[in-house]
């Protein structure tokens, strides 16, 4: 179930970036025949989404700061969120360790089941498929509120409509590309909850931690190359820039051998090879062997700088595919495996 999640995730979001990538090219070709005009306005244009996003961010904060609930989702769906939320279902393992971290794990009455490969439930805590959740056990649960991912909502049906129709507040966190929107996610969960100045904490943690990190990074002139494998051969799925972890590597130091393409990514096992990487990193913990002793063991792989050398590590799986303040912990961990010298001192 983890890895058909995992390709799942990756394939949804690489047919998304390639309708995007249509769009664009179209985009362009229209920027061409009337660049002058077409510039200036767009120009004007994203200097005031620029600044409609800071106020509507800075409105946001000031909101939650006065303990008031978010008006619209992370999908920008407009939502209303009872001022008591003691019942919570959450059906994505993200906003799950981001509730069980705000001190709310005994609010939790159902959870997705994946979230209890990653945080521990007892028997009475009802699990749903995200995927297709059960909705009639859903409404009668009477929860407050419901998280979710856009995962349970491929294909562009809001199968959660008969939930809200009922008055159940659903709230939907799409999955986030950049550092930046995994900050504001985990803000939005405590935000909606009641603790706001609990996730402005976490929030203020991970941006200490990443900038440890970039102060470091900084300093590397030879920069290695990276390939990370977020599932293993035949199936190999790894991701180029406009991913939050493209953004990891480059914080470390590092260089993604992908960074020239865009988003998740289904590899080929000729050009991850061609690719030439010096370091490999793998989060793979559901194929049920040892993912760096089967990369390493790869025939043809034997030339391959990393497998040479033997510089493939094993990076943690919730931290580096959930996207939520543990990132950093990844982010740690990819470090210290990618340049283990200067990051000795890193705590």
């Known amino acids: 179930m983890k890895k058909n999640l995992i390709l799942a995730l990756a394939m949804g979001l690489a047919l998304n970036l390639a309708a995007c990538g249509q769009t664009a090219a179209n985009e362009a070709q229209t920027q061409a025949e009337t660049q002058i005009t077409v510039e200036t306005e767009t120009q004007a ?9 800071a106020e509507t961010q800075t409105q946001t904060a000031e909101a939650a700061a006065q303990g008031e609930k978010p008006g619209q989702d992370r999908a920008g769906n407009s939502i209303q969120v009872p001022e008591q939320t003691d019942r919570i279902i959450s059906l994505m393992p993200a906003s799950t360790q981001i509730l069980a971290d705000l001190g709310l794990k005994d609010n939790i009455i159902a959870v997705d089941t994946q979230s209890p490969s990653y945080e521990d439930f007892s028997d009475d805590v009802l699990q749903f498929d995200m995927m297709e959740p059960d909705l009639e056990q859903l409404i009668a649960s009477e929860p407050d509120v419901i998280f979710v991912s856009n995962l349970s909502s491929q294909g562009g049906e809001d199968i959660f409509a008969s939930v809200r129709e009922a008055g159940i507040c659903v709230a939907e966190i799409p999955t986030s590309d950049t550092i930046e929107d995994v900050k504001l996610d985990v803000q939005f969960v405590a935000d909606c909850v009641g603790k706001s100045a609990e996730g402005a904490a976490l929030v203020d943690q991970m941006e200490e931690e990443i900038a440890a990190v970039k102060a470091i990074g900084d300093t590397i002139t030879e920069k290695k190359t990276v390939l990370f494998e977020i599932s293993p051969l035949p199936y190999l799925y790894s991701f180029g820039r406009g991913v939050y972890l493209n953004e990891m590597i480059e914080l470390i130091g590092a260089q993604n051998v992908l960074a020239d393409q865009e988003g998740w990514l289904s590899v ?15 989060n793979d913990n559901f194929s049920g062997v040892d993912a760096v002793e089967q990369i390493l063991a790869r025939p043809g792989w034997e030339n391959v700088t990393a497998v040479a050398n033997r510089q493939v590590y094993y990076i943690d799986n919730g931290a580096s595919s959930l996207p939520n303040h543990h990132i950093v912990d990844a982010l740690r961990e990819m470090a210290k495996a990618v340049y283990p010298d200067e990051f000795a001192g890193l705590e």
Do not use: C, F, K
């Open 45 to 53: 244009q994203t200097q005031t989404e620029t600044q409609s996003e």
């Open 268 to 282: 080929t096992e000729e050009s991850a090879v061609a690719s030439n990487p010096d370091v490999i990193l793998t």
